[in-house]
């Protein structure tokens, strides 16, 4: 039997949480088990749950993404979701495993990252 | 023409309660006369009419700030006796109006300060499922503050409520019939509840999709339940938003509250329960409370449109996409992004009177996505114009663009309300 993916999604717009939630749901390997409207219940939320996968937002009110993922000390697979197309951290190059730029293009799109991200797991 | 007489009067019309309507002149056309006689033709705005005069603002406790578009006196509570609301009507078929509300307090009983007494409410509030901190928020937030407004006149008036039951020993307050107006218990459940909301990460809207000069019925009683299925939510959901939604039902008589969330599973069921049988209420899916309240209407006018259409795969294949084409996801994530982008208007403008860029920008950021997946790119790439402006060092089109954008962004969401979610 597979292993699900235990993932979590920090995000502080609301509408960018569904979308990842409903693309969470077409996917049978992936299971939500938190998700957060900013960076420092989202840390809180890793801390606690120790997911497989992070679904990340960079730019939030506060303790932006970066910043989040300075002060973690357990480091799952990161996917950044981000407006900006084509952006890629140089920065973050080796804790980033993929990206997806909103909104996320397609299903298949957001599959293909999820496959990308997990391949090492 | 004006409402008559008879419409006001209404064979249930609280006995404490006088309504004057009047021209936007401040000429009384008529006054149902419960309290004080008021001829038609009186002026209200005359240096000599009965709201101008210092022995009558010193017998009512009239507060000094009075002006038309909305009145209380003594909003501390303590000594209130006459609640007064001026409301200027320009909406329907009769033109401007002014409404003249004035409703005798001197039932209501006084806030209680000691500790014997606060006991005494928090046993009483946990009888009736009402949270506490809502009473407490209800209590305390409006207090001491000048700013008046309707809304919070209705906010006091259920609290007193709770304070009469508590003095009384009295959970179940006999029905009211009184007349009000459910844009101020719109605005009295967003009054109370944003703070909290935000505070646990949720997003609160509420809005009313129909038009009407006022109501007649329990407004408290509404109130309270609105708020013990609020309460509940705001522990349970533990994200997303809430949207409190009131309709008419003309031949039914009734008016219709929908709240829709994302609660635990089975939540509304639980919170069915919880609030028992007394109210006629539904559930109409497993993220939406149908409440029906027995409520009658005077000059109810059709909503501008009503939603009805369907959404469909041809226009919007970005949302079928990502689902799967699952109807019931696709319908939940429409309604968060519509719900979204509406809060994020209100920001955008509020942001644009405080002339600050870099939170336009910010906001522009947001939005931009939103908008793309309901396939209005072209209002994306407005957004990203807009974003790029406020990171520059030039602002000279930013207003031009701005205004540009709320006026097809604007249009843009009318048009999108129209799909039944």
């Known amino acids: 039997m597979t292993k699900q993916i235990r993932c979590v999604i920090i995000d502080d717009d609301f509408a960018s949480r569904a979308i990842l939630k409903g693309l969470i749901r077409q996917d049978v390997r992936l299971i939500l088990v938190e998700e957060s409207s900013g960076s420092a219940d989202g840390a809180l939320a890793v801390t606690k749950h120790k997911p497989d996968l992070i679904f990340l937002d960079l730019m939030m009110p506060g303790l932006d993404g970066y910043e989040m993922l300075e002060v973690l000390d357990y480091m799952p697979k990161i996917i950044v979701v981000t407006t900006e197309r084509n952006y890629k951290s140089e920065l973050f190059k080796n804790r980033i495993s993929e990206y997806l730029y909103k909104p996320v293009e397609s299903l298949e799109m957001f599959t293909k990252a999820v496959d990308q991200a997990m391949k090492t797991y | ?421």
Not at chain 2, 33 to 38: E, H, N, V
Not at chain 2, 147 to 160: N, Q
Not at chain 2, 256 to 269: D, F, H, N, R, T
Request: proline share 3%; net charge negative; with cysteine.
């Open chain 2, 1 to 421: 023409m004006p409402l008559s007489l008879e419409e006001i009067k209404y064979q249930h019309l609280k006995g404490s309660a006088q309504i004057i309507l009047a021209s936007s002149d401040g000429k009384v056309l008529a006054s149902c006369d419960t309290l004080a006689p008021i001829p038609v033709g009186y002026d209200l705005f005359d240096t000599e009419s009965f709201l101008q005069k210092p022995s009558l603002r010193d017998q009512l406790l009239l507060n000094e700030d009075l002006n038309m578009h909305g009145v209380r006196l003594n909003m501390g509570g303590t000594e209130a006796v006459y609640d007064l609301q001026l409301t200027h009507s320009s909406k329907g078929s009769n033109g401007a109006q002014i409404i003249l509300f004035i409703e005798d307090r001197t039932q209501s009983v006084t806030f209680i300060e000691d500790e014997e007494s606060e006991e005494k409410l928090r046993e009483f509030i946990l009888k009736i499922s009402t949270p506490l901190d809502i009473l407490k928020e209800l209590s305390l937030s409006e207090r001491g503050e000048k700013e008046v407004s309707p809304a919070r006149g209705l906010i006091m008036a259920y609290f007193d409520r709770f304070i009469h039951g508590v003095h009384h020993s009295q959970i179940n307050f006999p029905r009211e019939e009184v007349p009000f107006r459910v844009e101020h218990i719109s605005v009295a459940v967003e009054m109370c509840f944003a703070n909290m909301m935000k505070s646990r990460g949720l997003k609160l809207t509420s809005v009313v999709s129909f038009e009407s000069k006022f109501l007649i019925g329990d407004r408290l009683g509404i109130l309270q339940v609105v708020f013990q299925a609020l309460g509940y939510l705001l522990t349970e959901q533990k994200s997303g938003h809430v949207q409190v939604a009131f309709d008419y039902l003309p031949k039914q008589e009734q008016l219709e509250i929908e709240i829709s969330g994302a609660p635990e599973p089975a939540g509304y069921k639980v919170l069915a329960d919880r609030m028992g049988s007394e109210r006629e209420f539904s559930i109409e899916s497993e993220a939406t409370l149908r409440l029906l309240f027995d409520c009658r209407v005077v000059a109810y006018k059709t909503p501008v449109f009503k939603a009805s259409v369907t959404l469909s795969k041809n226009e919007f294949p970005y949302l079928f996409g990502i689902t799967g084409g699952d109807f019931s996801l696709v319908k939940d994530i429409f309604q968060t992004i519509l719900v979204s982008l509406t809060m994020d208007m209100d920001d955008l403008r509020k942001a644009m009177i405080q002339e600050d860029a870099e939170l336009i920008g910010r906001i522009a950021h947001k939005m931009k996505p939103n908008f793309a997946s309901l396939q209005r790119q072209d209002i994306a790439e407005a957004l990203q114009y807009i974003e790029e402006i406020t990171t520059g060092e030039d602002h000279t089109e930013l207003e031009t663009r701005l205004n540009e954008f709320m006026e097809s962004a604007d249009e843009a969401l009318e048009n999108l309300k129209k799909y039944k979610v």
